[in-house]
């Protein structure tokens, strides 16, 4: 029987698709991580594009990732980067089958768990995804350093993840809660957490991990804001719902909308986090006098703001310019307490 090899690091996926939070998460779960993505990112990227002959890139990569395994078939790591590969181009049974085969050599291979429990979800097959991410999460419940394991935070975010694809609300915040207690930085877990939060009707504590989320990343994430509307309307504060719904119109490209609507509460009670979100308009849209301008404002209200006098230093640091070509300046302000 051929006994598989288990390379010193091993790699891990995280299977919703190319994008700047799956960079960062990815990065979080350590380098080789990013070298099997940046191996089967070619894959994902061109998946669907044609040479004018001869096979796809994604062809060649199938190819060469299976090549790779008939030379060494007793290499875990290369049936790793071929399951990886399988999963990129949507040969999900095919990459099942890679997974498996680690598996019979190496039951606890928290890599391949990971991977077959990521691949499972895709079809649907959510009983027996949660299965073999439970195998990680129990078997490392009590190891020496379980606390700071990036896989082990993987695979109770996925758990958190599936749970609340099935409509179980508590369970999905007691996973997404100890992902967050290994990485606190989590956006993803963050936004899940909050959704899970409300279902349970706790939209108080769900706006706060709402707000979490969005502080790690405030642009380009919809589903955050559209969540705190959600939240707002059910404590029936109006003008914070309204200021979240619109940071949704700004996060749809729909910045003049957003900007007026913003523009009628800041005078009110959501008065500092409209503000906020003008700034960072102004700031997205590279108008640094107009974001100055938006955040001096806040600064005025509350000088010890955290969120203002990091942008404010962002914009006024060694080589930041205005649009027009100035170095730009804001007059100094007194720091106090954090909003």
């Given at each position: 029987m051929t006994t598989l090899t288990q390379p010193e690091t091993e790699p891990t996926t995280k299977p919703d698709g190319i994008s700047e939070r799956t960079l960062s998460r990815l990065v979080t779960w350590g380098a080789a991580a990013l070298v099997l993505l940046l191996a089967v990112f070619g894959v994902l990227y061109t998946l669907g594009q044609r040479s004018t002959s001869g096979p796809t890139l994604a062809e060649?990569?199938?190819?060469?990732?299976?090549?790779?395994?008939?030379?060494?078939?007793?290499?875990?790591?290369?049936?790793?980067?071929?399951?990886?590969?399988?999963?990129?181009?949507?040969?999900?049974?095919?990459?099942?089958?890679?997974?498996?085969?680690?598996?019979?050599?190496?039951?606890?291979?928290?890599?391949?768990?990971?991977?077959?429990?990521?691949?499972?979800?895709?079809?649907?097959?959510?009983?027996?995804?949660?299965?073999?991410?439970?195998?990680?999460?129990?078997?490392?419940?009590?190891?020496?350093?379980?606390?700071?394991?990036?896989?082990?935070?993987?695979?109770h975010y996925w758990l958190g993840s599936i749970a609340m694809k099935q409509n179980q609300a508590d369970a999905a915040?007691?996973?997404?809660?100890?992902?967050?207690?290994?990485?606190?930085?989590?956006?993803?877990?963050?936004?899940?957490?909050?959704?899970?939060?409300?279902?349970?009707?706790?939209?108080?504590?769900?706006?706060e991990s709402l707000k979490r989320a969005l502080l790690f990343v405030p642009t380009g994430w919809c589903e955050p804001y559209s969540?705190?509307?959600?939240?707002?309307?059910?404590?029936?504060?109006?003008?914070?719902?309204?200021?979240?719904?619109?940071?949704?119109?700004?996060?749809?490209?729909?910045?003049?909308?957003?900007?007026q609507r913003l523009e009628?509460?800041?005078?009110?009670?959501?008065?500092?986090?409209?503000?906020?979100?003008?700034?960072?308009?102004?700031e997205t849209g590279s108008d640094r006098t107009a974001a100055l301008a938006w955040y001096q404002k806040v600064l005025k209200a509350q000088p010890g703001n955290v969120t203002a006098l990091s942008a404010v230093a962002r914009l006024t640091g060694p080589g930041a310019t205005t649009t027009t070509g100035h170095a730009a300046s804001v007059a100094p302000t007194t720091a106090g307490k954090a909003s």
């Amino acid at each position: 029987m051929t006994t598989l090899t288990q390379p010193e690091t091993e790699p891990t996926t995280k299977p919703d698709g190319i994008s700047e939070r799956t960079l960062s998460r990815l990065v979080t779960w350590g380098a080789a991580a990013l070298v099997l993505l940046l191996a089967v990112f070619g894959v994902l990227y061109t998946l669907g594009q044609r040479s004018t002959s001869g096979p796809t890139l994604a062809e060649r990569q199938v190819s060469a990732a299976e090549d790779a395994v008939k030379a060494a078939p007793q290499n875990v790591q290369n049936r790793l980067k071929l399951a990886a590969t399988y999963q990129a181009v949507g040969r999900l049974d095919d990459a099942v089958a890679q997974f498996d085969e680690v598996l019979k050599a190496v039951p606890t291979n928290s890599t391949a768990l990971l991977g077959l429990g990521s691949v499972l979800i895709e079809q649907g097959n959510l009983d027996a995804a949660k299965a073999d991410l439970t195998k990680i999460t129990s078997a490392t419940s009590k190891a020496e350093f379980s606390n700071v394991d990036p896989q082990v935070e993987a695979a109770h975010y996925w758990l958190g993840s599936i749970a609340m694809k099935q409509n179980q609300a508590d369970a999905a915040v007691k996973e997404l809660t100890a992902a967050l207690a290994i990485d606190s930085s989590d956006a993803d877990a963050w936004y899940l957490l909050g959704t899970a939060q409300s279902k349970q009707g706790q939209d108080k504590v769900a706006v706060e991990s709402l707000k979490r989320a969005l502080l790690f990343v405030p642009t380009g994430w919809c589903e955050p804001y559209s969540a705190l509307n959600t939240s707002y309307t059910k404590l029936a504060l109006t003008d914070m719902a309204e200021y979240a719904g619109a940071m949704a119109d700004f996060c749809a490209d729909r910045s003049a909308s957003a900007t007026q609507r913003l523009e009628r509460l800041t005078s009110g009670p959501a008065a500092i986090d409209a503000l906020l979100g003008l700034g960072l308009i102004a700031e997205t849209g590279s108008d640094r006098t107009a974001a100055l301008a938006w955040y001096q404002k806040v600064l005025k209200a509350q000088p010890g703001n955290v969120t203002a006098l990091s942008a404010v230093a962002r914009l006024t640091g060694p080589g930041a310019t205005t649009t027009t070509g100035h170095a730009a300046s804001v007059a100094p302000t007194t720091a106090g307490k954090a909003s």
